[in-house]
């Protein structure tokens, strides 16, 4: 029997908790997570700091005084599995966060979250920078126990976060309040927002290919993957000299993760702080256009072309 209209389906339901920040959701995650104090929390090696900003995804760790623990990414910024499972191995982690950076999602994703609840570990994506990728893609979210959006980092608003729980997350986050008022998501166009940001990044890609010397594309843009910026590798020329540049010229490039938290230690994690050093983040938002993103290039072009 089908009845003409659905009823309640628990699994399909995704509350969200507003905060004014996602470092603060993540907070209130943590002090439900661990409120046993038992067990660490593992991230990615590639975590930033800024004098300004400080860090958002590693800051509540601290100030929690929870114990901390890293699993390492490759040069693409992609998950080491074999070094992700010796991790788990070692430290038996409560929490593993996941970030998608940039929008992106890990090759691995589907195993990475396998292997954390094989550890009986629980999951939180951090999707700061993929709102989109999954509310639009559909590529990430939805096997954490619970997710992190950043609406300031993806819309055109000037703060906000929230904690998206998934149904396996649901008994975990009960009781966890909100903090803020934020904006409805339906009051965004959020679809046309998506096809902009997918449409920019690509034509990027394309017109960067002639210079993959120079500046390389991280990795290619997935087709349920919305991104954020475009990153790319800087070769042969300073990073920072040519972040300089461009935005003096007045293209809004930023370096996300120019500097990494003093606790992943360059000794211990060596690729992930050459990487800091070189990568770039291009723009791809809404308000760009063709002619612009043209003009872009030719300014990348020029700066890193030698004499």
């Known amino acids: 029997m089908i009845p ?40 990615p090696a590639h975590i ?15 100030e929690l005084e929870l114990p901390s623990a890293f699993y390492g990414l490759d040069a693409r910024l ?6 992700f499972e010796e991790q788990l191995r070692r430290f038996s982690p409560r929490v593993v966060v996941l970030i998608h950076y940039f929008g992106y999602v890990d090759p691995a994703y589907l195993q990475v ?3 954390a609840r094989e550890h009986g570990a629980l999951v939180l994506e951090d999707e700061a920078h993929a709102m989109l990728s999954d509310l639009i893609g559909g590529a990430c979210g939805r096997l954490g126990d619970a997710s992190l959006f950043s609406l300031h980092k993806m819309l055109p608003v000037d703060d906000g976060g929230a904690l998206v729980v998934n149904q396996r997350g ?28 997918r449409k920019n ?15 390389e594309v991280l990795r290619p843009l997935g087709p349920e993957e919305v991104p954020q910026t475009l990153p790319v590798l800087v070769h042969g020329t300073s990073r920072d000299q040519l972040y ?6 007045g293209f809004g490039v930023v370096s996300l993760y120019h500097t990494l938290v003093k606790a992943v230690r360059p000794d211990e994690f060596p690729r992930v702080h050459e990487l800091s050093s070189r990568i770039m983040n291009l723009p791809v938002h ?19 072309s030698k004499d």
């Open 4 to 43: 003409k209209q659905a009823g309640l389906v628990p699994a399909m339901q995704r509350p969200l908790i507003p905060f004014p920040s996602a470092r603060r959701a993540f907070r209130a995650f943590l002090r439900k997570a661990m409120s046993a104090g038992e067990g660490h929390v593992l991230l």
């Open 201 to 215: 990044a690509q034509r990027l890609e394309q017109l960067l290919t002639p210079m993959v010397d120079r500046i």
């Open 113 to 115: 979250v396998d292997l």
């Open 48 to 62: 930033g700091w800024s004098p300004r900003e400080g860090s958002g995804v590693f800051d509540p760790v601290e």
């Open 78 to 83: 992609r998950i080491d599995v074999e070094h």
């Open 170 to 197: 649901r008994e975990l986050c009960d009781g966890i309040e909100a903090e803020a008022s934020i904006p409805a998501l339906n009051d965004f166009d959020l679809y046309t927002l998506a096809m902009r940001r």
């Open 286 to 304: 809404e308000e760009a256009n063709e002619a612009e993103l043209e003009r872009m290039v030719e300014a990348l072009d020029r700066f890193t």
């Open 244 to 249: 300089e540049e461009m935005n003096a010229a």
